[in-house]
C-alpha cells in the first residue's frame, strides 16, 4: 500500500475578537467619546464601554471624521480633567466625594499623568552652533 500524503490547510488569521454592537453611530460615538473623556476615560476605558477592539476605535478614526475631531477635543479634555486632579492634591482638596486630596496617592498620579497625559519634568533646550556664537561674541 501506498503511503498517504497528508496536506495541511493553512490557518487563516483570526482578526481581533469584537464583542457587542461594533457599528459606529454618528449620533452617539463623538459625543460619548466627549463625554468620556471630559471624566478622565482613557481609549482602553472607551473601548471597553463600547464593547469594541482597540483596532475598531481607530478604524472609527479614520473613516468618520467627525469621530476624529471629537477624538482631538477628547485628549484636550481628558488632560485638563487629571491636571484638575494634580491641582486639587497639590491644594489638599476634595477630588470627588470618597476621596480628599491628601489621601490621594500621589506618586500613582504622578505616574498616570506621565503616561496618559505626556507630563515630562524635565525641559529640554536645542541651542545651535550660529546662537552659540551669537551668545558669546555679543
Known amino acids: 500500500m501506498a503511503a498517504k500524503k497528508v496536506v495541511k490547510k493553512e490557518a487563516k488569521k483570526a482578526k481581533p475578537e469584537v464583542h457587542g454592537n461594533s457599528k459606529y453611530k454618528e449620533n452617539f460615538h463623538p459625543q460619548d467619546a466627549i463625554r468620556m473623556a471630559s471624566q478622565g476615560h482613557t481609549i482602553a476605558m472607551m473601548c471597553a464601554e463600547w464593547m469594541v477592539a482597540r483596532d475598531r476605535y481607530y478604524e472609527w478614526q479614520q473613516r468618520h471624521p467627525s469621530f476624529r475631531d471629537s477624538i482631538k477635543r477628547a485628549a484636550e479634555l481628558r488632560k ?21 486630596g491628601k489621601d490621594a496617592n500621589t506618586a500613582a498620579l504622578i505616574f498616570w499623568m506621565k503616561n496618559v497625559c505626556n507630563w515630562t519634568d524635565r525641559a529640554s533646550m536645542e541651542v545651535t552652533a550660529e546662537e552659540i556664537d551669537e551668545l558669546i561674541f555679543e
Request: without cysteine; proline residues 5%.
Open 80 to 100: 485638563g480633567y487629571w491636571e484638575k486632579v494634580m491641582m486639587r492634591v497639590a491644594l489638599g482638596l476634595p477630588i470627588n466625594q470618597q476621596t480628599h
